[in-house]
C-alpha cells in the first residue's frame, strides 16, 4: 500500500471509529477539511459511499462496514512494518500519542517529558489529559495511564507506580479545627468524591484491625483537580492522592485527617494495546516514566 492511500485509509479508519470527522481531525493533528478531502478522494476512487452524513454524526454504510473491517487489518499491518523498521535503526521516532489523567497535567508529566524531548530529538508528543475511563483504539492512543485495576482485555497493563492516597480537609472546615478520631465521625460531614472511585477500595483500616468502609458520597466528580479545589473551597472532605497536595498540605491549605488509619494506596498503569510488537517510541515513554515515577 502506498503513503498516499495508507494515509487516507487511516483517515477513514480514524472517522469511521469517532464517528465524527472534527473528533478524526483533532486526534489526527489535521484540519476537518483535510479530513473531508481525504474521505471525498477515497470514496470517488472506490466509486462507492463510505458514510452516511448527518449534522451531527457519520455511520458506515454496507460498502463502508466491509472497507473498514478490511482496511482496519492492513493498517495495523503497515503500522506494525513501519515501527519493525525503527526498531532496526534502535532509534525512537515519530509522535507518540499518551492519554493521561487530567491530574498528571499539574506537574506530574512535565519531567518525563521533557526528557523525551531533549534525548530523543526524533520524537514528538501528542499529549491527551482526561479522566474518562481508558479506551486507546477511541482516542487513537500508543500508550495510555491508568489508575487502578484494568478491565479491558483487549490492553496490556504494566505498573509504574503505587501511591498513597490520604483524607483531607480544607484549613477552613470544622474537622481541621476539631480532627475525628474515628472515621464513624465524617458522617456528620459532606463526603466529596471521584466518580471512579466507587469502582477502587475506599476501606479505612486501623492498626487494632479495625476496618472502616467510606460511605454516603454527597457530591461525585469526573475530574482529580475540580475534586481537589473543592476541598480547597470548603465543598467536604474527600480522599485524594497524596503526591498531588503534597504542596497544599505542607502550606496548611489542607489538613490530613485520620493519619493513624491507613487509607488505600492506588496503582499507577501503563496500558498499551494487546499487540506482538510495542513501538521504541512506546517502550522508551514507558521506560521514562517509570524511573521518574520511582524517583517520586
Not at 487502578?148 to 505498573?159: I, T, W, Y
Amino acid at each position: 500500500m502506498n503513503q498516499r492511500l495508507l494515509k487516507a485509509v487511516r483517515v477513514f479508519n480514524q472517522t469511521a471509529c469517532t464517528g465524527s470527522m472534527s473528533q478524526a481531525a483533532r486526534e489526527l493533528n489535521m484540519t476537518v477539511s483535510a479530513v473531508s478531502q481525504q474521505l471525498q478522494k477515497l470514496e470517488e476512487e472506490i466509486g462507492l459511499s463510505l458514510f452516511v452524513r448527518n449534522t451531527r454524526s457519520m455511520s458506515l454504510t454496507e460498502a463502508g462496514e466491509l472497507y473498514y473491517q478490511t482496511t482496519r487489518k492492513i493498517a495495523d499491518e503497515a503500522e506494525l512494518m513501519q515501527s519493525k523498521l525503527a526498531m532496526l535503526k534502535q532509534q525512537p521516532q515519530g509522535v507518540i500519542k499518551l492519554v493521561a489523567p487530567a491530574g498528571f497535567g499539574g506537574g506530574l508529566l512535565s519531567g518525563p517529558l521533557k526528557q523525551l524531548m531533549s534525548e530523543f530529538p526524533d520524537m514528538g508528543v501528542h499529549l491527551t489529559l482526561t479522566d474518562e475511563p481508558c479506551n486507546l483504539v477511541r482516542q487513537g492512543a500508543d500508550l495510555g495511564l491508568c489508575i487502578g485495576p484494568l478491565s479491558d482485555s483487549q490492553m496490556v497493563a504494566r505498573q509504574l507506580a503505587e501511591w498513597q492516597m490520604c483524607l483531607c480537609v480544607s484549613r477552613q472546615h470544622p474537622l481541621a479545627d476539631s480532627p475525628p478520631k474515628h472515621p464513624s465521625q465524617l458522617h456528620a460531614h459532606d463526603y466529596i468524591s471521584h466518580i471512579r472511585e466507587q469502582n477502587m477500595i475506599s476501606q479505612l483500616s486501623h492498626p487494632g484491625g479495625e476496618l472502616f468502609e467510606l460511605k454516603q458520597r454527597r457530591l461525585m466528580v469526573n475530574n482529580m483537580q475540580s475534586l481537589i479545589q473543592m476541598i480547597k473551597d470548603n465543598v467536604g472532605f474527600g480522599l485524594v492522592p497524596k503526591i498531588e497536595v503534597e504542596q497544599a498540605l505542607a502550606d496548611g491549605e489542607l489538613v490530613e485527617l485520620l493519619t493513624d488509619w491507613t487509607v488505600p494506596n492506588y496503582t499507577v498503569h501503563a496500558v498499551t494495546p494487546q499487540r506482538d510488537f510495542i513501538p521504541a517510541k512506546t517502550q522508551t515513554a514507558i521506560k521514562l516514566l517509570k524511573a521518574h515515577f520511582d524517583s517520586l
